[in-house]
Antibody, heavy 114, light 110 residues
Framework: EVQLVESGGGLVQPGGSLRLSCAAS????????MHWVRQAPGKGLEYVSA????????YYANSVKGRFTISRDNSKNTLYLQMGSLRAEDMAVYYC???????WGQGTLVTVSS | QSALTQPASVSGSPGQSITISCTGT?????????VSWYQQHPGKAPKLMIY???KRPSGVSNRFSGFKSGNTASLTISGLQAEDEADYYC??????????FGGGTKLTVL
C-alpha cells in the first residue's frame, strides 16, 4: 500500500523557517518525480514545487521561488521542503504528492503568525 | 501559470447526472493527456478519481467518467449519491515539470 506521511508543520513567526518532510513507502520512491501542493484555509489547491526522480531537476511556483527549496533523499525514501522567509500567505496545509500517479499524503499544517 | 477554469458550484438531485468542466489552454489541457480529477471531502486529502483524462483508478466507482476535447476536460458523475457531495478539482500537466490546478467546484447533492 502506498503511503506518504508528512511531518514538520507547526506554528512559525513571519520571516521564520520550517522544514517539512514526507516519508514514502509502498512504491519505488526513487523512480518517481515528487511534488508539494498546498491549500490555504478555505481555498483551493496550489502547486508549489516539484523534483525529478534523481533530484537533478526542480521547479518552483513563482509565489515561493527563492524562498523554498525542495530536495529528496532516495536512500531514506524521503522528500523535503525547506521553507524560509515565511509570510502570512504561506499558511496552508502542505501535501506531498506524486501527481503523475495520484498519490497524496494527508498533509501537514503550517501556520504563520506572530 | 494561470489556474484552470472550473465552475464554482454545481448541484444535482440523487440519481441525476452532473458534469463539471475544466477549461485550460493549448499549453496545458490541450497539449497533454495528463488531466486528472480529484475529490476532496472537508478536512481530508484529495482523492484521485480520474487520471490521464478518462481512466479510473482501481476502486473508483464507474459512475465517474472523464473526457477531454481540445482545451477543455470534463468530469461526469452519474447516479448522484449523497456521498458524492464534495469539492472537485481538475489538474493538468503544463510542461517543464509544472502542473496547474483548477479553482475547484463544490458539488451539492440536493
Amino acid at each position: 500500500e502506498v503511503q506518504l506521511v508528512e511531518s514538520g508543520g507547526g506554528l512559525v513567526q513571519p520571516g521564520g523557517s520550517l522544514r517539512l518532510s514526507c516519508a514514502a513507502s509502498g512504491f519505488t520512491f526513487s523512480s518517481y518525480a515528487m511534488h508539494w501542493v498546498r491549500q490555504a484555509p478555505g481555498k483551493g489547491l496550489e502547486y508549489v514545487s516539484a523534483i525529478s526522480s534523481n533530484g537533478g531537476s526542480t521547479y518552483y511556483a513563482n509565489s515561493v521561488k527563492g524562498r523554498f527549496t525542495i530536495s529528496r533523499d532516495n536512500s531514506k525514501n524521503t522528500l523535503y521542503l525547506q521553507m524560509g522567509s515565511l509570510r502570512a500567505e504561506d499558511m496552508a496545509v502542505y501535501y506531498c504528492a506524486s501527481l503523475f500517479y495520484g498519490y497524496w499524503g494527508q498533509g501537514t499544517l503550517v501556520t504563520v503568525s506572530s | 501559470q494561470s489556474a484552470l477554469t472550473q465552475p464554482a458550484s454545481v448541484s444535482g438531485s440523487p440519481g441525476q447526472s452532473i458534469t463539471i468542466s475544466c477549461t485550460g489552454t493549448s499549453s496545458d489541457v490541450g497539449s497533454y493527456n495528463l488531466v486528472s480529477w480529484y475529490q476532496q471531502h472537508p478536512g481530508k486529502a484529495p482523492k484521485l478519481m480520474i487520471y490521464e483524462g478518462s481512466k479510473r483508478p482501481s476502486g473508483v466507482s464507474n459512475r465517474f467518467s472523464g473526457f477531454k476535447s481540445g482545451n477543455t476536460a470534463s468530469l461526469t458523475i452519474s447516479g448522484l449519491q449523497a456521498e458524492d457531495e464534495a469539492d472537485y478539482y481538475c489538474c493538468s500537466y503544463a510542461g517543464s515539470s509544472s502542473w496547474v490546478f483548477g479553482g475547484g467546484t463544490k458539488l451539492t447533492v440536493l
